[in-house]
Structures are given as structure tokens and as C-alpha cells.
């Protein structure tokens, strides 16, 4: 009896991951415009995964057969340099997509991808992503616009490199909490938890850097630290820094 009703404990709890990973597939941003059939059809094919904090999701120049949906938790994208750098090219919350390149042309992966603390994630393999796209323009425009969502993400990343280092973090600060900002009755706090390496690895910079920068910015009240997240206090002075006349 009680195998029986751990079993069924069990099963209940896997109904019960897999609805909830529904409504959240649903609400997210990425197939939040999607037909309710659109999302039982994915949901049919798709595989529930778990990450660690620290854990790779994806590695750069792997095989790619699958696209994953964040439902919780954050990752970042990382490129290592051929002397070892790590480059951070963005990070990822839930609603994004992942691995959609190597998913539809079935080449290498583009990048890794790393978990910056536990993440639940919903994935979808190539042989049954496909159809559903040939078959669903919200899907195939879903795909689309995270597509060109990333692709203005990069471009705008690689313009902000030309700046001195400054505007530089100014201006990153800007769009992360663009991205990612959650709004307070203080401000814009930028809700992924950041280490000064990952800032110094997205905005091209040393950590000392980083940390020279973002005290010159705290000692100018623009912004402040919440334990591990940065407040945006004074986005219109952060933004005077960042055009280069603050």
C-alpha cells in the first residue's frame, strides 16, 4: 500500500510540474501569443529539465538537436576568447528561449550556456520542434522575434565596446535593467543576481574596472547595492553618463 501510494504521490507530482510548466510556457515571452493548441502540442513533445547553479545547459560547438524554454531561474551566455577570456554576450530569465539556432539549422552550438542559480527549463527536440513550426506561424514568429531580439542585443553590445569605460558601464547598467529591471518605490533594480567578473565579462572590462566604475557611480547617488543586485536610483543621470556628459 504505502509503494503503491508513493507511486501515485509521485505521478501526481509530475501532472502537477508538468501543468504548471504549461501555464508558464503560456504566459512566457516568448509563446505568449501562441494558440492554446500550439502549447499542447509543444508541451506533448516536451522534456522537463532541472540545473544546478554552475551547471552548463549548452556548450559551444556541441552537437544541437534540442531549444529549451526558461520557465525559473537565470543563465548566462558565455564565448571563451582563444586566450581564455570569458565573454558574457547576455543573460537569460524565464520566458526566453534557448538554443533556437542549433535547434533549426542543426549545426554546432553558438555558445554556452550556464546557470547562475537553479533554473527549471522546459525542452523541445529538432525531430518534433520542426513540424510544429512548419505547421504554426505564431510558433515559427515566436522563434523569429527571440531571434531578433538577441541579434539587437548583440549589435547594441558590441556598439557600447567603442565607449570609454565609464559611459561603458553607465550604459550597460541601462540595458540590463532595460531587460531585466523589476521597478521599486527607489528605483529600477536590476533582478539577476551579478558578480563584478560577469559584469566585467559582458561590458568588456576588468573586474577592477567594473568596481572602480560602478563606486563612481554609487558615490554620485545614480545607483546603489541591494546585497547582491544594483539599484538604478537616477536613470536620467545614468543615461547623461552613458551619452558621455555626466
Known amino acids: 500500500m504505502t509503494s503503491q501510494a508513493n507511486a501515485g504521490g509521485a505521478a501526481t507530482g509530475q501532472a502537477d510540474g508538468r501543468e504548471r510548466a504549461r501555464r508558464a510556457l503560456a504566459g512566457s515571452s516568448a509563446f505568449q501569443d501562441c494558440a492554446p493548441a500550439v502549447i499542447d502540442e509543444i508541451m506533448q513533445h516536451a522534456v522537463m529539465a532541472k540545473l544546478a547553479r554552475g551547471e552548463t545547459m549548452y556548450r559551444q560547438g556541441e552537437p544541437g538537436d534540442s531549444m529549451m524554454v526558461v520557465l525559473t531561474g537565470s543563465l548566462k551566455v558565455t564565448n571563451v576568447?582563444?586566450?581564455?577570456?570569458?565573454?558574457?554576450?547576455?543573460?537569460?530569465?524565464?520566458?526566453?528561449?534557448?538554443?533556437?539556432?542549433?535547434?533549426?539549422?542543426?549545426?554546432?552550438?553558438?555558445?554556452?550556456?550556464?546557470?547562475?542559480?537553479?533554473?527549471?527549463?522546459?525542452?523541445?527536440?529538432?525531430?518534433?520542434?520542426?513540424?510544429?513550426?512548419?505547421?504554426?506561424?505564431?510558433?515559427?514568429f515566436a522563434v523569429l522575434a527571440g531571434l531578433c531580439g538577441k541579434l539587437r542585443a548583440t549589435n547594441a553590445l558590441f556598439e557600447s565596446h567603442t565607449l570609454e569605460a565609464g559611459p561603458r558601464v553607465a550604459d550597460g547598467l541601462l540595458r540590463l535593467a532595460r531587460d531585466h529591471g523589476q521597478k521599486t518605490a527607489k528605483g529600477t533594480v536590476i533582478d539577476l543576481?551579478?558578480?563584478?567578473?560577469?559584469?566585467?565579462?559582458?561590458?568588456?572590462?576588468?573586474?577592477?574596472?567594473?568596481?572602480?566604475?560602478?563606486?563612481?557611480?554609487?558615490?554620485?547617488?545614480?545607483i546603489e547595492f541591494s546585497g547582491a543586485s544594483i539599484l538604478i536610483v537616477d536613470p536620467d543621470q545614468l543615461l547623461a553618463v552613458a551619452e558621455g556628459g555626466g
Open 81 to 140: 576568447t582563444a586566450d581564455g577570456k570569458e565573454v558574457v554576450l547576455g543573460f537569460l530569465k524565464s520566458g526566453a528561449l534557448i538554443g533556437e539556432i542549433a535547434a533549426i539549422d542543426g549545426r554546432e552550438r553558438t555558445a554556452n550556456v550556464i546557470a547562475m542559480e537553479p533554473v527549471e527549463a522546459v525542452a523541445i527536440y529538432r525531430r518534433n520542434l520542426l513540424p510544429i513550426l512548419r505547421n504554426s506561424t505564431d510558433a515559427m
Open 193 to 222: 543576481k551579478l558578480t563584478q567578473r560577469d559584469l566585467g565579462g559582458h561590458f568588456g572590462l576588468t573586474r577592477e574596472t567594473v568596481s572602480r566604475s560602478l563606486g563612481d557611480l554609487r558615490e554620485a547617488g545614480l
